[in-house]
């Protein structure tokens, strides 16, 4: 799946986008808005973003995730090495060692997250906060080009502005180059 970015101004363009890419057969839970008016998007009856698509919960939790299954699978070779309490440790002890350890990586991973915005949305949030609205379409690959010729043709005042991915993937190039450049 493919997630195109557009921005415009006006809520009455999305909610004729969001019709005509109904009446096409795509359906409306394809279509997501970020914006400040969220009692405009309600009244529009438009959809607002999730909210794993505002902030980096779900990448940082699957993060977490890895980091910790791979300090528990660690720490489980480790104590069948070692044998601290010289005893043997059952197989079953040891998969919910790293159980426990990938869990606690992955809850405290996502409330890391959440106190962070997305790094995929994230260079949109200054064009929000300025009054416009982001409008977020997730496609099938084959059906991309047949969306964008319908929205390039029918709208002049909603502009593309980027396109991407719907899967989170935990190690993306795109997320470290963002990590990177935040901590400059």
């Given at each position: 799946m493919r997630r195109l970015y557009y921005l415009t101004?006006?809520?009455?363009?999305?909610?004729?986008?969001s019709n005509l890419l109904q009446e096409k057969g795509f359906?409306?839970?394809?279509?997501?808005?970020?914006?400040?008016?969220?009692?405009?998007l309600y009244n529009s009856r438009l959809q607002s973003t999730q909210i794993y698509q505002d902030n980096d919960m779900l990448h940082w939790g699957l993060l977490g995730a890895f980091i910790g299954g791979f300090a528990g699978?660690?720490?489980s070779f480790l104590f069948k090495i070692i044998d601290p309490f010289d005893i043997p440790?059952?197989?079953?002890?040891?998969?919910v060692i790293s159980g426990v350890f990938t869990c606690f990586g992955a809850w405290s991973g996502g409330?890391?997250?959440v106190a962070h915005l997305n790094y995929k949305t994230y260079k949109f949030f200054k064009a929000v906060a300025?009054?416009?609205h982001v409008m977020m379409v997730d496609i099938p690959v084959k059906d991309k080009k047949t969306v964008c010729d319908l929205i390039k043709n029918n709208f002049d005042n909603i502009k593309k502005i980027g396109e991407d991915s719907t899967l989170v993937h935990p190690f993306d190039l795109k997320f470290w180059k963002f990590v990177i450049k935040k901590i400059k």
């Open positions: 101004s006006s809520l009455e363009s999305l909610v004729e986008v359906g409306k839970w394809r279509v997501r808005v970020i914006s400040k008016n969220e009692s405009g699978l660690l720490t440790i059952p197989k079953y002890v040891l998969m409330l890391f997250g300025t009054g416009n």
